[in-house]
């Protein structure tokens, strides 16, 4: 197979699904491909540049579209199921996939009006993370990612660490430091809820860092049964502080989470083989 990784080229998410991903299937990986021809098919990731989906339409290369995290954000993130599909089928209509990668499973089945191929592809966890040593006792919690989609829950996370004596962090220098790590988004819409991906998650499970997270179906998905903690209430975050605060625990959860985190190689291997059947 011959094929092309391409996209804009300016997020994290390209970084993950189009250099690392995209290296580990062999494609030539090059945001915004100014040569596109001559490729059994190019995977786009994310939202296309409207010159380069010219480009590849008028070459007549099958396009493989990639959706993580596409929706208008941070508009799109309050949206209910129809205005979400609705940008779907708009984006379907100006993209023309021949087949669609989806971050998730609960993405994926509704993706089934587009009668066109569909994987549900979870991230992997981000190569070279450190192992967490887990201490004995907790000192710091923190959160990866924009602070801004934390929103109300900085508030609470600040209060509920002074409660207890410890610390509350925004993007340590590495997730491995962190007692726990929380993945929590002031977000309700249909999107945040049912089409965001696993990263945050797939990252603990890399590094072995206890995990509390919104009940999103990117997490849910890939969560290994009685390791990784859910909340959606203060109340409930609180409880599952107390839940992860034994040291024990902790310890269970990590080994338990380091033996089912989901690899470059393996997430590589599962989208190499479901490409082939594209091109056949």
């Excluded at 100006?94 to 087949?99: D, E, F, G, S, W």
């Excluded at 900085?154 to 007692?179: M, Y």
């Amino acid at each position: 197979m011959n094929f092309l990784m391409t996209g804009t080229g300016a997020s994290g998410s390209w970084k993950i699904r189009g250099e690392q991903l995209g290296r580990e299937i062999g494609a030539k990986v090059q945001p915004k491909a100014l040569d596109v021809g001559g490729y059994h098919f190019a995977i786009v990731v994310k939202r296309p540049p409207l010159d380069l989906l010219e480009r590849l339409q008028k070459a007549e290369v099958p396009i493989v579209w990639d959706v993580v995290d596409a929706w208008p954000q941070p508009l799109g993130n309050s949206w209910g199921r129809s205005e979400c599909m609705a940008w779907f089928r708009q984006s379907i209509q100006r993209i023309k996939p021949v087949a669609i990668v989806a971050a998730t499973h609960a993405m994926a089945e509704d993706c089934a009006e587009f009668k066109v191929p569909v994987i549900a592809l979870p991230h992997h966890g981000r190569p070279g993370l450190a192992r967490n040593t887990i201490r004995k006792e907790v000192r710091c919690i923190g959160y990866e990612g924009g602070e801004q989609y934390l929103g109300r829950w900085s508030q609470s996370l600040t209060a509920e660490c002074s409660r207890r004596g410890w610390k509350f962090v925004v993007n340590p220098e590495s997730i491995s430091d962190l007692d726990i790590v929380v993945a929590l988004r002031d977000w309700s819409g249909y999107a945040p809820r049912h089409w965001k991906s696993n990263v945050k998650l797939a990252n603990a499970q890399a590094s072995g860092t206890p995990f509390i997270g919104s009940s999103e179906a990117g997490y849910l998905e890939m969560a290994i049964q009685g390791r990784e903690r859910f909340a959606n209430t203060p109340y409930e975050v609180s409880v599952a502080l107390d839940q992860l605060t034994p040291y024990e625990e902790r310890l269970r959860v990590s080994s338990s989470m380091l033996v089912s985190a989901p690899r470059l190689s393996d997430v590589a291997t599962k989208y190499k083989q479901w490409l082939k059947t594209i091109c056949e």
